[in-house]
């Protein structure tokens, strides 16, 4: 099997969004974002923030690719229900969930804002936002509310009567980093580009040089590392305790994107060391695949195989190839690959599983649910590639 072939990647992504396709639209709003293994769905009533941009960014980004007015369509159908429901127009703010089309939970998450700068700038490109002045009015909005300008990052969480967490963290910097690289590609706006970079250079190269050169998760007040936050947890949905090999190779990815628009030489060499690092530490010999955590020594603390571990570290594999021309790279993506085809992606009724054991034996029948997975990492991946492969129509 050639997982390298434009073909193969193309079908691919085909063959995810046919899982989701028949049954994503929610016809009375937004998407249905729980799914059994077959496609049946449960607890049609719940909606997350991160879960209806997600589909939004799977849907823009693959009406570009495959030039599809249904999945314009869909995508359009998203972008409504984002910034008519999940938008609370009096207060300014995101409902982190919904029941019933109704706020639940009013926790503002800088993680969930950079999902919706993603959202947009995904919409923008596919030509389904006039401008780009709703991705200028994000960013005011994780100006005022997020921003740290003494340390160069964002603060996490703001509490449904206004008060700011204490906790810091890199994931939500992650997809802000993520998000304003976007952002930029959508509208050309230099202050996106500048802002990814801020924080690449403040997570990927002051904080990880705080941890040993690889990027820890958590922090205090002042992101000083805080080593014990959840360490009782490192199963934790959003904030695990331990190194995450898929956070490294995610980085990974990002300092190649934005060495793509932006060349230094030290975004690919820390690319490739964050990378390296978590593969050498996680790459499962006995079993195949990465695990999902491992402690500052290196010993592992999560076992289990998460299908976007596996496919963000496909993606960078590609894009370190590329860049270095080095072959070991190439090797590793074909690895990766074949652990998620033979594991991971689901042959039956199409789409990945979420997460294994060790052994990758599923846990449950659930394939897919609100805030834990909607195939958007899976997507973005394939589409990463095909970018990096010169696919015209991934820009």
Known sequence: MNFYAQD????????????YTPRVVDNSGGYHQNYLDDGSLFDTHFKQLVSSTRIIVNYALASLLFDREDYRDIARHGLDYLHKVHYQADSQTYAWTLDNHQPLDMTQQAYGYAFVLLAQAAALKAGLLQDA???????????????????????????????????RGQNANMHLC???????????????????????????????DLTDGLVWEHFKTDFSPDWDYNRDDPKNLYRPWGFQPGHQTEWAKLLLILNRHRPQGWLVERAAALFERAYKTAWDQEFSGLIYGFDPQGNWCDEDKYFWVQAESFAASAMLHQATGEQKYQQQYQALWQYSWEHMVDHEYGAWYRVLKRNNEKYSDQKSAAGAKCDYHT?????????????????
Not at 9 to 18: F, G, M, R, T
Request: glycine share 6%; with cysteine.
């Open 8 to 19: 193969f990647l193309l079908n691919h992504c085909q063959s995810i969004l046919d899982f």
């Open 133 to 167: 002045k709703p991705l200028a009015e994000t960013y005011q909005l994780l100006e005022q509310r997020f921003w740290q300008a003494e340390h160069g990052l964002y603060a996490d969480e703001i509490s449904s009567d206004g008060v700011l967490s204490p906790y």
């Open 178 to 208: 993520e998000a304003m690289l976007a952002a930029f590609e959508a509208c050309g706006e230099q202050k996106y580009l500048q802002r990814a970079a801020q924080l690449a250079e403040n997570i990927a190269v002051r904080q990880a």
């Open 379 to 395: 997507l973005g991946a394939c589409f990463e590639v095909l970018r990096t492969l010169g696919h015209p129509g991934i820009k």
